[in-house]
């Protein structure tokens, strides 16, 4: 898997080195590995996760609401970047509205016009964005809680559940090749998965965590974002999720 240094990604995203630091000490893009020597290495899973940050600071979303966004077990990569091209296209409309109303200005109509700076439309599409969240989780005592958690979080803890989150993705990776999903080792990992969850989101039942396990395999928009990690990562960790909550049922 090819790497890219710190500054190569300055390079290929616009994003200055010092950004590129910051995000990595707030837990918000952490590199693939550190060197002995201290230098940061990135994957093609980092540049995806940093291209969806630039996508959200361009629609105006803080770091502290990205980091939420992102580090949420549920987290719908696919779904997420639909919405974001929704925003996008309602914030060039408006662009769009604005270069209209200067060219007006600039050939001497003097109408005082503030239609253009409107931004209804962008309001219903974030208005939008949560509804469809609390539609799909609003509902459970899982989700309520989950909000209530991660509103309190700042950048060092998000640092500390990004990372733990990274490390439990990579060490099923590391399994999936040498071991079955319905080994032990498999089912102490699904355990370790669930605990994270009930730690720093909601009480992640059996119950909860087969249903997540569930989506991750047969959502393909889940499937994609897990497999950032590892090709067919999703598919092992949903049967290891599996055979885990149907041992200890």
Same mark, same amino acid.
């Given at each position: 898997?090819?790497?890219?240094t710190?500054?190569?990604?300055? #390079? &290929?995203?616009?994003?200055s080195v010092?950004?590129l630091h910051? =995000? !990595?000490?707030?837990?918000l893009?952490k590199?693939?590995?550190?060197?002995?020597? *201290?230098?940061?290495?990135y994957?093609?899973?980092e540049l995806?996760?940093?291209?969806?940050?630039l996508f959200l600071?361009? &629609? @105006?979303?803080? %770091?502290k609401?990205?980091?939420?966004v +992102?580090?949420?077990?549920? $987290?719908d990569g696919?779904?997420?970047l639909s919405?974001?091209?929704a +925003?996008?296209l309602?914030?060039i409309?408006? %662009?769009n509205?604005?270069?209209s109303l200067? !060219?007006?200005? +600039?050939? #001497?109509?003097?109408?005082v016009n503030f239609?253009?700076f409107?931004m209804?439309? +962008?309001?219903?599409h974030k208005?939008k964005?949560k509804?469809?969240?609390?539609?799909?989780? #609003?509902?459970s005592a899982?989700?309520k809680e989950s909000?209530k958690?991660?509103?309190?979080? #700042?950048p060092?803890d998000?640092?500390?559940i990004t990372?733990?989150?990274?490390?439990? =993705?990579q060490k099923?990776?590391?399994?999936m090749?040498?071991?079955?999903? @319905? *080994?032990a080792?498999? $089912?102490?990992?699904?355990?370790q998965?669930?605990? $994270?969850?009930?730690?720093?989101y909601?009480p992640?039942s059996?119950?909860?965590l087969a249903?997540?396990?569930?989506? =991750?395999?047969?959502?393909e928009?889940?499937r994609?974002n897990i497999?950032?990690?590892?090709?067919g &990562?999703?598919?092992?960790?949903?049967?290891?999720?599996?055979?885990?909550?149907?041992?200890a049922?």
């Amino acid at each position: 898997m090819e790497k890219y240094t710190v500054s190569q990604v300055s #390079g &290929l995203s616009g994003v200055s080195v010092r950004t590129l630091h910051y =995000y !990595d000490d707030i837990g918000l893009l952490k590199p693939a590995e550190t060197t002995d020597a *201290g230098y940061r290495l990135y994957s093609g899973s980092e540049l995806s996760r940093l291209q969806e940050i630039l996508f959200l600071r361009e &629609l @105006d979303f803080d %770091l502290k609401e990205i980091g939420a966004v +992102m580090s949420m077990p549920q $987290h719908d990569g696919q779904k997420a970047l639909s919405r974001q091209k929704a +925003m996008l296209l309602a914030k060039i409309e408006r %662009l769009n509205r604005l270069i209209s109303l200067i !060219d007006n200005r +600039m050939k #001497g109509e003097d109408q005082v016009n503030f239609s253009a700076f409107d931004m209804k439309k +962008m309001e219903e599409h974030k208005a939008k964005y949560k509804r469809e969240a609390e539609q799909r989780w #609003g509902t459970s005592a899982a989700y309520k809680e989950s909000i209530k958690r991660t509103e309190a979080y #700042g950048p060092e803890d998000w640092t500390v559940i990004t990372e733990e989150a990274k490390q439990l =993705y990579q060490k099923f990776a590391g399994l999936m090749a040498a071991q079955p999903p @319905d *080994g032990a080792e498999a $089912h102490a990992l699904a355990k370790q998965w669930q605990e $994270h969850i009930t730690k720093y989101y909601y009480p992640c039942s059996n119950e909860i965590l087969a249903g997540l396990g569930e989506m =991750y395999a047969g959502d393909e928009r889940f499937r994609s974002n897990i497999d950032q990690y590892a090709e067919g &990562l999703a598919e092992y960790m949903s049967k290891a999720i599996s055979a885990y909550c149907q041992s200890a049922g």
